[in-house]
Each structure stands twice: as C-alpha cells, then as structure tokens.
C-alpha cells in the first residue's frame, strides 16, 4: 500500500536540466524524510540529498549547487531539479521514505544515510550524453 514511484529521468545533454519527481501514494510524505539516491553500474549507492519533515535539507558535495530538493505537501510529492548536469550524474536515481515517527532520531544532515529510510521507490534512469 505504500509505494514512491519516481519519474523525470531521461536523456540529456552535458549542461542541461531534469526535474525528478517522487509521488508517494497510501501514505503522506509530510511526516516522512525523503532522501535521493543515485546508482551507476560499477558504483556504490550514494546518496545526493535529503529533505526533512522540518525542510531541513542536505545536498552532497558532488551535487551541491546543481541539485535542489523540494517538497510539496499538497501533491504528496518531492521534487529533485537537477540543472548543469554532467556525465558523471548518469544513473538509476531513487528516492526513498524515513519514517519520523518510528525513528525519532531521523535527521538530514551530515550525510544521507541509506539504513534510515523505510520505503524506496523502483528508480528513473538519468543518462548523460552528448
């Protein structure tokens, strides 16, 4: 019943933009911590960014300044808008859920730390490519 479908992945040139959206349905997202994690094949998991239930936000050093995570409680929807892209941003993208109200110490800071998020979504693949 609770799922996180991502979508916005594509093709792209070097320097262009994406926007990656992550809807969640069977549940709110109000309460929940959304983190963005990306995969490339060879890769470790890493994750890029994090939005809290306060909107405290975390962008990793890789991305900071290109990538901006947003959330809109209406739609039950976060947002990932990637602008400058680079080959190296080439992935399966995935947002995954933290529950805040099993896991009280949830915080986005720091890092994005993948053992706190509870629900993920299937991924959207972002190709990079001249």
């Known amino acids: 019943q609770l799922q996180l479908v991502e979508s916005g992945g594509g093709v792209v040139q070097p320097g262009g933009s994406l926007r990656l959206s992550c809807a969640a349905s069977?549940?709110?997202?109000?309460?929940?911590?959304i983190g963005w994690f990306r995969q490339a094949p060879g890769r470790d998991r890493e994750g890029v960014s994090c939005?809290?239930?306060?909107?405290?936000?975390y962008y990793a050093d890789s991305v900071k300044g290109r990538f901006t995570i947003s959330r809109d409680n209406a739609k039950n929807t976060v947002y990932l808008h990637i602008n400058n892209l680079e080959p190296d941003d080439t992935a399966v993208y995935y947002c995954?859920?933290?529950?805040?109200?099993?896991?009280?110490?949830?915080?986005?800071?720091?890092?994005?730390?993948?053992?706190?998020?509870?629900?993920w979504g299937q991924g959207t693949q972002v190709t990079v490519s001249s």
């Open positions: 995954a859920a933290a529950d805040t109200v099993r896991r009280e110490g949830y915080v986005c800071y720091g890092e994005v730390r993948e053992y706190e998020y509870d629900y």
């Open positions: 069977g549940f709110t997202l109000n309460y929940y911590g």
């Open positions: 939005i809290s239930m306060h909107d405290d936000k």
